[in-house]
């Protein structure tokens, strides 16, 4: 079981870097099991997350000696510690892959899946909890962003701030918004008044840190190198439209 920082470290010879710690949501599965799968690899595991190597059958005791399964003449000395130098190279690598997982999944997870006999089995058990989880977070924190609504007395900054967290949020999941669509979004989501006041405001009051790399301007008088372009219509969320007109560069 994991520490409580979003990137783990180990000690061990095994070295996790930058790993990120596994959300119960799963909002973060997607690109958990990417890093998850390449640190694996890079450590010579894949085969043990597959599942395409055997472990070294287990021997029979039998009056102080130990035999192969269907072998009647036992090991030779020479033959028992080959068996058990193979074992333990089999075990410790599971117990690699154990590590890597232990470390980055939460408690109640980890109750979840310590059970599983082999690390294969552990990570199916992982995939079987989380496949589609995140999807559904991506759908829910999209439908969020989409819906939100800025009441007539409500405070713009707040608002465009709540929008940007959504952004991010989806930014994390790989699941990333285009910069016009967002500005859309921020459009629909503004009752008419507020946005006309944006409109009407000052130039250098009317830029707003969207987290997007372009932003809303009525004014063409403060951009640097003002350049028309056909009109590019933008559908809002809720199936309005509107156009950009021009491009350039703008003085704060």
């Known amino acids: 079981m994991g520490p409580s920082t979003d990137s783990m470290s180990s000690t061990s010879q095994l070295k996790i870097t930058r790993l990120p710690k596994l959300k119960d949501d799963g909002s973060n599965w997607i690109n958990y099991q990417a890093l998850a799968m390449n640190t694996l690899t890079a450590k010579g595991l894949r085969r043990h997350v597959v599942g395409t190597i055997k472990a070294p059958p287990e021997l029979v005791a039998r009056d ?44 109640a997870t980890f109750m979840r899946i310590k059970s599983a006999p082999m690390a294969q089995l552990m990570l199916q058990q992982l995939i079987a909890i989380f496949e589609g989880k995140g999807e559904m977070v991506q759908i829910d924190t999209l439908t969020r962003l989409q819906s939100l609504r800025c009441l007539e007395d409500g405070d713009v900054i707040l608002h465009i701030t709540e929008m940007k967290r959504l952004k991010e949020a989806l930014d994390s999941m790989s699941a990333p918004i285009a910069d016009a669509q967002f500005s859309a979004y921020i459009k629909a989501s503004l009752p008419p008044e ?4 944006l409109l009407t405001t000052k130039p250098k009051d009317i830029l707003i840190d969207a987290g997007a790399t372009r932003h809303f301007s009525p004014d063409r008088s403060s951009f640097l190198n003002f350049e028309e372009i056909p009109p590019v219509p933008i559908r809002a969320a809720d199936g309005r439209t ?8 703008i003085k704060v």
């Open 64 to 107: 102080s000696s130990f035999y192969l399964p269907g072998r009647l003449a036992p090991l030779s000395d020479d033959e028992l510690e080959e068996h058990e130098t193979k074992l333990d190279e089999y075990l410790q690598k599971q117990a690699q892959v154990r590590e890597v997982i232990y470390q980055t999944v939460s408690e």
């Open 242 to 249: 509107f156009s950009a007109t021009g491009r350039g560069d």
């Open 194 to 197: 507020k946005f006309g006041a």
